[in-house]
């Protein structure tokens, strides 16, 4: 405790430096006159008696000095010292100072940009109620449950203080015609509570709202901070009015604080809704009692003490039984053992739920390697330009030395230089960051999925970037310092400045650049291999042209019975076709590459092996011209038409993929395939080129259509496609005023399908850009350095190469005596930078396609821009030492 | 050691009296350089063994008077019992001798 209270004394006197100062000052004065004054009274004149009191006294200056010591700051003194030394060498170079400080802040700025992205998808905790203590429950394949599951898990648990589910959805604003989405999200009763949110207006729902069709107050809504403002205008008289979503209306009864976005990063929700309410919404099937229809994700918050191994022990007690209630129904032998089998896990959930997170995990690392190794390059870019500053200050730090300066001040003083260039590279560092941020999400975001989490600098990413400017503040000062205060005062003195250990540090900056030159190499190699990866999924045979072809969604909001929807479809269709400007015109269920997966096991007619994996067929449900609008070549056989109806016996097209895997060399058409649970029978009238499915990546996988036309159950929403010769934009208002004349209480919304094609690459994209761009930058620095170092020899070399000019050695020669050292670099850096591309290619042979990451083509072109860019970076210094005057170089010596 | 005593013993007192103390009870054999009493007085500061105030002398000057602590006193004893131990073992050296 005394260190304690001690250590509180020092720190006020630290602050009260100039009083205690003062204070002992007058105290020393007082004994000074006192002792003077005794001196006089004994007989001494008064000079004599001062000088008597003030030799008696001793060397004033030296015991305030002392008691400094004694307070214990004496090191924060020569530390201020050198900060402002530091700061002043700073402005007396503002050339080397500014070209550091640009350099520094791309790096830092670059870092920090991915950083925060990372930080805010990954790191941050939700701005909820003790966020740490909140798990996610999963079970099954994707960890999402049923309603019912949901049901029986929320009535029986006892391993939780609080649960909620939530399911997200999308709301249509509008009364018809073209939709007004918003993101709605269907939760549970106790969300709110469990979460700890409480309404900013009005009142959040409660599990009295949560009612199948609603509870007391009828169906209600709370909306978010930010559509209030943006839909209402932050309108305060909105509490208890109402609004429609999906046609239905709903009484707002609060608004959340603009803290609380909902449980996704990286999309903020607009519209809250009981999870009861969703059987208003449901016209065909009962979502809210089904038990196969796997929506619902689930999170607990865990009791105080309990650990999240014993709340999932306590769940899992329960897990049998929930799972026997909730038995999907048709399911029986494996998949009924394996449901009810099945148990409970829990995971973490205080950062929220990101999809960015997700699909870019490995995005993000690749590109935070990439940003670092920039920082890496520009700190020896940096030291590079310090090794060369202090050859300049040689003679001062020598005679600095000289006059008994103590080495590891004179370093700490180099360091404290450095140190303070780093931190003044944050301010910039954080405002490229800033921007770097909301580039690299507007890279990531698309039309049908804007991002909106916040990437502004929080303590993590302030943090984060103070940590690495010191860190590259002691990487490019360290070795320079040493350097640079490693000589012998008395030589360096008598060269008259010239010499000192010049070729050491000569060494040093050459193996900084061949340093960089490597790590430029990885950079480069790594942004043509993404290049490359991108230009081979845009060229990859996806089996359909995208261009010009326009996407209609059609939802019936339930408005339309079953019946009466094939001729809803049916008679749009007719209208679309008829259409100036539109070529063609097709319903589809899935559109490609942009829904979901539908598949099933097969029986094909003949086909030698046991169904199971091997006979899985991906669907999709398509009207005739299909094919025509998206351009898909029908190999042989015939498209969908007339002959194929309601009463028909139903037909399928299938892709070439499917024909060779189920029928191998016969001829499939006039074949059978067989669904395996339905029994379903389908008649093969066609054989198209393959199609990709889901993803442009994906290997080619069997594909069959069945016929929209011979659908006796039509979903309540279709996709039509369009494709129009002069581009789909010029037939959208046409296309939607034949929606209109259908039905104007039908919604409609359009997509290009080009654009969505293309945004399914913008990872892809996103990386191949930022990887050129970074593998350019890194070029550049690597380019400047080499030059520096270059030139910094051919002036220490001049004496030489004067003389050797003198002696009749050839223009010629001397460019080739320069530029030997410079391919000594560039092979080093080359063979290191190759072995390291090489080594590290496995890192990201999961983003890459088409391509592999040891491709020589790539590593080759590689090396050849970086060896044509450094032996011009070379070849200028070297041409100036041609150009010199042997008389002129060798007076100067 | 010697300044704790002397503040024991007047209770409270400015530094040329510590000083002055001091010279005049050693009988003018201990002579030092007197001003590096101060920086001592300002580490017994830090240290918790003295307080300070400021006062007004005899001569209606400002000074500051200097004051033991509890933790002071219990330190002077430590070195008092340290200083004696120390003593009797050089007494009984020189006596064998």
């Given amino acids: 405790m005394n260190w304690l209270k001690e250590m509180g004394r020092r720190v006020i006197y630290l602050f009260q430096r100039r009083r205690l100062d003062e204070d002992l000052a007058e105290e020393m004065r007082l004994h000074v006159e006192l002792r003077a004054a005794e001196h006089r009274e004994g007989g001494a004149s008064g000079p004599d008696a001062e000088a008597a009191a003030i030799k008696r006294f001793g060397n004033a200056t030296r015991l305030t000095e002392t008691s400094h010591e004694a307070w214990g700051w004496g090191w924060l003194d020569s530390l201020a010292q050198d900060w402002r030394y ?103 009763g106790d969300f709110f509570r ?44 909105i509490i208890g009015k109402t609004f429609h979503l ?20 990286d999309t903020a929700y607009d519209i809250a809704i009981p999870l009861g309410c969703k059987s208003l919404m449901d016209s065909d099937v009962d979502v809210l009692a089904h038990r196969s229809y796997w929506w619902l994700c689930v999170l607990a918050r865990l009791p105080a003490g309990a650990t999240p191994q014993q709340a999932a022990t306590r769940l899992n007690i329960l897990a049998p039984e929930i799972m026997r209630a909730t038995l999907p129904g048709g399911w029986d032998g494996d998949g009924k053992a394996e449901y009810l089998r099945r148990l409970f896990d829990l995971q973490p959930a205080a950062t929220g739920f990101s999809g960015i997170a997700t699909d870019y995990r490995q995005a993000l690392f690749t590109l935070m390697a990439v940003t670092a190794l920039v920082l890496l390059i520009a700190c020896a870019n940096i030291a590079n330009l310090m090794l060369a500053r202090a050859a300049a200050r040689q003679r001062e730090i020598t005679i600095r030395l000289a006059i008994g300066a103590g080495r590891r001040r004179l370093i700490r003083q180099l360091l404290a230089e450095s140190l303070l ?157 008829a259409i100036p400007g539109v070529d063609s015109a097709a319903s589809v269920a899935l559109p490609p590459l942009i829904y979901g997966v539908w598949n099933e096991t097969v029986e094909p007619e003949g086909y030698p092996g046991k169904p199971g994996q091997d006979t899985l067929l991906y669907f999709n449900q398509v009207s005739s011209d299909y094919l025509k609008t998206l351009g898909t070549p029908l190999l042989y056989g015939r498209d969908f038409d007339s002959r194929d109806t309601l009463s028909s016996p139903k037909t399928m097209i299938i892709t070439e993929t499917a024909a060779r895997n189920f029928f191998r060399a016969t001829n499939p058409i006039g074949k059978t395939i067989t669904v395996e649970g339905s029994k379903k029978r389908y008649e093969i009238i066609g054989v198209i080129a393959d199609v990709k499915y889901r993803h442009l990546r994906e290997s080619t996988l069997p594909v069959g259509y069945t016929d929209m036309a011979q659908e006796p159950d039509p979903w309540p929403s279709m996709n039509f496609a369009v494709r129009a010769g002069r581009g789909g934009a010029s037939v959208i208002p046409a296309l939607r005023a034949a929606v209109e004349q259908t039905n104007p209480a039908l919604s409609v919304e359009f997509r290009d399908f080009e654009l969505q094609v293309r945004e399914t690459m913008r990872q892809e994209r996103m990386i191949a850009m930022l990887s050129a761009f970074f593998g350019g930058l890194a070029l550049l620095l690597a380019i400047i350095g080499l030059y ?103 007076r100067e010596q | 050691m010697l300044i704790l005593k002397t503040l024991a013993k007047s209770g ?51 000074a500051r008077y200097y004051q033991l602590t509890e933790g002071g006193r219990e330190q002077l004893d430590r070195e008092l019992a340290q200083y004696r131990r120390v003593n009797l073992a050089i007494e009984q050296v020189l006596q064998a001798a």
């Fill in chain 1, 421 to 577: 260039l780093a931190l003044l590279g944050i301010p910039g560092g954080l405002l490229l960051a800033h921007w770097g941020a909301k580039l690299l999400v507007s890279l990531i975001a698309t039309s049908g999925n804007p991002l909106e989490f916040s990437v502004s600098p929080d303590l993590s990413v302030f943090a984060f970037t103070t940590t690495m400017a010191i860190a590259t503040g002691f990487l490019f000062g360290l070795a320079p310092a040493l350097l640079a205060t490693r000589v012998a005062p008395n030589e360096v003195l008598k060269k008259g400045g010239h010499g000192g250990h010049g070729r050491s540090r000569f060494r040093l900056g050459q193996a900084l650049v061949a340093g960089q030159i490597a790590l430029s190499l990885l950079l480069l190699v790594g942004a043509g291999l993404f290049i490359a990866t991108l230009r081979n999924l845009g060229q990859v045979p996806a089996g359909f042209r995208s261009q010009n072809v326009l996407l209609l969604e059609i939802n019936t909001q339930g408005l339309v019975p079953k019946e009466a929807r094939n001729q809803l479809y049916n008679g749009m269709l007719e209208r679309f076709r």
């Fill in chain 1, 86 to 188: 530091g700061w002043r060498t700073l402005r007396s170079s503002p050339g080397f100072t500014l070209t550091a400080l640009l350099s520094l802040a791309l790096g830092i700025g670059a870092n920090t940009a991915v950083f925060s992205i990372m930080n805010a998808v990954m790191l941050k905790s939700l701005p909820v109620e003790d966020p740490q203590r909140l798990v996610r429950v999963r079970s099954g394949g994707n960890g999402v449950f049923t309603n019912p599951q949901w049901e029986e898990i929320r009535n029986h648990q006892q391993a939780f203080s609080g649960m909620l589910a939530y399911g997200n959805t999308r709301f249509d604003l509008a009364m018809g015609g073209e939709s007004q989405p918003a993101r709605g999200m269907f939760a549970s």
């Fill in chain 1, 788 to 890: 520096g170092v270059t030139s910094y020899a051919v002036a220490q070399r001049q004496g030489e190469i004067g003389i050797r000019m003198a002696l009749g050695a050839r223009r010629a020669a001397v460019v080739s005596l320069v530029l030997r050292d410079v391919i000594r670099i560039l092979l080093m850096g080359g063979l290191v930078g190759s072995i390291a591309a090489i080594a590290s290619g496995r890192l990201i042979a999961s983003l890459l396609y088409g391509i592999r990451p040891t491709d020589p083509a790539t590593l080759i072109i590689s090396i050849m821009v970086l060896g044509v860019a450094t032996l011009v970076a070379g070849y200028l210094p070297a041409r100036r030492a041609a150009r010199l005057n042997p008389m002129a170089a060798l």
């Fill in chain 2, 12 to 62: 409270e007192s400015h530094g040329f009296e510590i000083a002055n103390s001091i010279q005049q009870n050693s009988v003018n054999v201990l002579q030092v350089e007197e001003g590096s009493l101060y920086p001592a007085l300002q580490r017994m500061l830090l240290k918790g063994w003295v307080t300070a105030r400021w006062g007004v002398t005899a001569g209606n000057r400002r």
């Fill in chain 1, 246 to 265: 999906n046609r239905l209306s709903f009484q707002i009864i609060g608004i959340t604080p603009a803290w609380f976005t909902g449980l996704e990063v």
């Fill in chain 1, 194 to 237: 469990v979460l700890g949110v409480p309404a900013l207006l009005g009142r959040v729902f409660t599990s009295e709202d949560d009612r199948r069709g609603g509870g007391e107050s009828g169906p209600v809504a709370v909306i978010s901070h930010r559509f209030w403002e943006t839909h209402f205008h932050g309108d305060t008289n």
